[in-house]
Each structure stands twice: as structure tokens, then as C-alpha cells.
């Protein structure tokens, strides 16, 4: 059984740019969350979708949004991008709930 | 929210050593996660236990709910075992991580 995958793995981007990161989920779940992690804060929960709504989200800014589409895949998007971006970008899947949450490799972005 | 805390913050072992990491969470919950973060990034699942104790070869973990506090042990520490270990707590949907306690295994 695949695990979840992230793309891109890696990604440089400048400030003011935008970046799309993609998740799949393990096959048959359907909730995906996104984490964001970074030296100074930490991992930090920004939103999860079950069934192509979003259920909660963090305290992030209106530049961060993201979608789930109806295979369960899962996009997220920052806009206007600032060097305090830069982070490893985590997502995760589970069958939904609070249940056990298994993550992907990361998508790391580097803001320039 | 729930606050989760991690200890110690960093462990220093040599290879055969035992440890335990302890996590305290602020509130009840009813999903709480250990987790092994590799030189990569990811997150390695080790135990998802909301309650009582499993193991896992030389891992083991027991949280007691009542009290509010989660305990990871690793017996014969390996190089392999290096790394940032995080507990996570689950509210409303959503994973309230700790701080992590670094681990460093030399041989």
C-alpha cells in the first residue's frame, strides 16, 4: 500500500511569488491535514479537509489556502510568499476523525 | 488550546543505553501520537495510543489519560535511533505537537 505522497520534494522560490505543493493520500483515506514546520515555531497544524471541506484550520494568514479534491488529493497554496515561509511543509492522511495520521516525505520551500 | 511538553529537550546516549521521554499534555484527549522525525524530514509513526501501553521490539510507550502524561521508552539504544522525537496530542481534528526531545546515539 503506497504511502502519502508530497510534490515537489524541494522548491525555491522569491518573495511575492506564489507555490502550489500536492499531496495524495494513502489509498481509501479520506482527511488530509498540511503542517508547517520551522525552527522557531515548531510544528504547527494549518488546515484539514475531509470529503472536500475543510473542517479546521490554524492560525495562519488568508495567504495560505488549500483544497481537497474528490479523489481526496489535496492541494495547498501560499501567496505573496515572504522569507518567514520558508519551512518543511508536512501533509498527512488518516481515514478521518482523530484517528492515527501518517505523513509524507515533506515539501521543502525555500524563500529567496 | 492544549499545551503538550516534551522532556528532556536532548538526550545524549551511548549505543546499549536505555531511555525514557515523557510527554505531559494540558487537557484530555483522545488521540495522541509518538512520532520519530528522520534526517529527512519525515515523520516515522511509532505508536498511536490514546491510552494504555504497546511495544514495538525495543520500543514501548504507555500513556495514562487520567493523568495526563505519555512515556516513550527505548531500551539498547542503536546509532539508528537518532533523532528528534515528537508526541502529539489530538484536538478537534487537528495534531498539537511537542516541542520534540533530540536524540543522539553514539556508538
Known amino acids: 500500500k503506497a504511502g502519502v505522497t508530497q510534490t515537489p520534494r524541494y522548491l525555491i522560490k522569491t518573495r511575492g511569488q506564489q507555490v502550489t505543493l500536492s499531496c495524495s493520500p494513502i489509498s481509501g483515506h479520506r482527511s488530509v491535514s498540511w503542517y508547517q514546520q520551522t525552527p522557531g515555531q515548531g510544528l504547527q497544524f494549518l488546515f484539514e479537509?475531509?470529503?472536500?471541506?475543510?473542517?479546521n484550520k490554524g492560525n495562519f494568514p488568508g495567504r495560505f489556502s488549500g483544497r481537497q479534491f474528490s479523489n481526496s488529493r489535496s492541494e495547498m497554496n501560499v501567496s505573496t510568499l515572504e522569507l518567514g515561509d520558508s519551512a518543511l511543509y508536512l501533509c498527512?492522511?488518516?481515514?478521518?476523525?482523530?484517528?492515527?495520521?501518517?505523513f509524507g516525505e515533506g515539501s521543502r520551500l525555500t524563500v529567496l | 488550546g492544549i499545551q503538550v511538553e516534551q522532556s528532556p529537550p536532548d538526550l545524549i546516549l551511548q549505543e546499549g543505553a536505555n531511555s525514557t521521554l515523557r510527554c505531559n499534555f494540558s487537557d484530555s484527549v483522545n488521540n495522541l501520537q509518538w512520532f520519530h522525525q528522520n534526517p529527512w524530514g519525515q515523520l516515522i509513526n511509532l505508536f498511536y495510543i490514546p491510552s494504555g501501553t504497546k511495544q514495538n521490539g525495543r520500543l514501548s510507550a504507555t500513556t495514562v489519560a487520567t493523568e495526563r502524561y505519555s512515556l516513550l521508552y527505548i531500551s539498547s539504544s542503536q546509532t539508528t535511533d537518532s533523532g528528534v522525537y515528537f508526541c502529539?496530542?489530538?484536538?478537534?481534528?487537528?495534531?498539537?505537537f511537542g516541542t520534540g526531545t533530540r536524540l543522539q546515539v553514539f556508538p
Open positions: 498527512a492522511s488518516s481515514t478521518g476523525g482523530t484517528g492515527e495520521l501518517f
Open positions: 479537509y475531509f470529503s472536500e471541506t475543510q473542517r
Open positions: 502529539a496530542v489530538g484536538d478537534t481534528d487537528k495534531l498539537i
